[in-house]
């Protein structure tokens, strides 16, 4: 069987590593690389999974093509499976790629979480969405704390983001500021407050190398990326969706299958969601599961307040939740308004090179700058518009250290957010479920 594996950079190496490699009936012809997924609006860092990950058979490696162009390549190598392998899309977008595949010649599979899902020895606490930024590492990083005070050993496994070298991002372990040194303000996003909190952070490209490494601790979190399965087996599913985008709940893949099969649902951002929008998401998860539910707030403070009063401010927000994750704005929007910001700068006329393009491909953004920063060419334009902006300070919304990768004269105030629970708090919920955990 001749298999093409449409993909992101993430999800469809795992898919490979876990169903495909080592068989010898299969012979997996190519990777397709979707665009403006994982590597913004950049080309594919590598052209390539290399022989030491692909394994017996492929010698060479396996090439990564352009998923512009699908139909060329199933008639070019005579595919008979096309393997959708990717995350945070709408149904509609997925049954697209299965349409443009069949015409071609060639069967549409979406592998399943009973096929992808590893089996780990130490407990799995999986933190996932019905779609990126609904507050995953909010929740993640809520539990991990609560866990180490009550004295387990935490391991956080995070979905992969390999934009470097892939056989040398085969596994990867982030304990340090030091170990963040040559990664991307994306990965920062992710990795960075949960070292901040003294919790080591795994990630790579082969997840069963992965989860050994992370084993060596009582308990593992995934903190999932997008609105992604999880890579492991979990004792405890927790799913959060976000009345901020209510519309969103179902529909989106797999976010759906991820809320189909939660333990719990958390309704975040609720404080500052109308009743009407809580009301239509938690009617929608009720007819999707019977899963606990639990509703909480996203608490946003920042660190210097008196900057932001009466100020014209410039917002730069967490990236992927604005771009493939459709929303119209994040915590350091939430933040000018509840600090008192007279005015939000508009970045548009101001920006340059990949950011503008950005925000071009992108024109339901107003008013505020998503923090893209997948290459040293977009930290450089990313700094530049900055730079261009008339703001008295900037709020970064995202939730790395902005300050630390790029260096403007306006001063970076920087956003912290925290969920809250409406009924208890963190203990509370790790009490309800400890014993199923452990």
């Known amino acids: 069987m001749r298999v093409l594996i449409l993909g992101a950079a993430g999800r469809d190496y795992h898919d490979f590593n876990t169903v495909f490699r080592g068989r010898e009936d299969v012979d997996v012809v190519a990777f397709t690389q979707a665009p403006g997924q994982n590597l913004g609006e950049l080309e594919a860092t590598n052209e390539r999974y290399p022989p030491s990950l692909a394994g017996e058979g492929y010698p060479d490696g396996i090439p990564i093509e352009p998923e512009a162009d699908l139909e060329d390549l199933i008639r070019e ?16 977008h997925v049954m697209e790629l299965a349409s443009r595949a069949e015409a071609a010649g060639a069967d549409f599979r979406i592998l399943g979480p009973d096929s992808v899902q590893l ?22 990083r809520g539990l991990a704390d609560e866990l180490d005070d009550r004295g387990y050993d935490v391991a956080v496994v995070r979905e992969p983001m390999p934009y470097g070298d892939l056989a040398e991002r085969r596994v990867q372990r982030f304990a340090t500021r030091e170990d963040l040194a040559d990664v991307t303000i994306e990965e920062r996003e992710e990795f960075e407050q949960h070292i901040e909190r003294g ?14 490494a992370a084993g060596e601790a009582d308990v593992v979190i995934w903190d999932g990326g997008n609105n992604e399965l999880a890579f492991a087996e ?3 599913h927790v799913v959060l969706v976000d009345p901020l985008r209510p519309d969103d709940t179902t529909g989106y893949h797999p976010g759906e299958t991820n809320l189909r099969r939660a333990d719990v649902v958390v309704s975040n951002k609720e404080n500052s969601a109308d009743d009407e ?3 239509q998401v938690e009617g929608t998860v009720r007819e999707h599961t019977d899963a606990d539910y639990w509703h909480a707030d996203s608490v946003v403070t920042v660190d210097d307040p008196d900057r932001i009063g009466g100020a014209r401010v410039l917002v730069v927000e967490d990236g992927p939740t604005l771009t493939h994750g459709d929303a119209d704005y994040g915590a350091g929007t939430i933040a000018a ?3 008192g910001a007279t005015e939000l700068a508009d970045p548009r006329p101001h920006a340059v090179g990949t950011v503008a393009d950005t925000l071009a491909n992108y024109p339901h953004l107003e008013n505020l700058l ?6 040293d060419e977009q930290v450089a334009d990313l700094e530049a518009t900055i730079a261009n902006v008339d703001a008295d300070c900037v ?7 902005l300050g630390s990768v790029i260096d403007v004269e306006p001063p970076i105030v920087r956003t912290r957010y925290r969920v809250e629970f409406h009924h208890g708090d963190f203990g509370t919920f790790l009490d309800t479920y400890e014993d199923e955990l452990f």
């Open 77 to 92: 190598h005579d595919v008979d499976q096309a393997v959708f392998s990717y995350s945070d899309v709408s149904f509609e």
């Open 119 to 140: 089996a780990v020895d130490v407990p799995v606490l999986a933190v996932n969405a019905v779609r990126t930024g609904c507050g995953k590492s909010q929740v993640a």
């Open 199 to 212: 919790h080591v952070v795994y990630a790579g490209v082969d997840y069963a190398d992965v989860f050994d």
């Open 234 to 236: 979990p004792d405890i």
């Open 277 to 279: 929008a809580i009301q």
């Open 337 to 339: 308004r509840k600090y």
């Open 370 to 375: 998503p923090a893209v920063g997948y290459s």
């Open 395 to 401: 709020i970064a919304g995202t939730p790395h250290d």
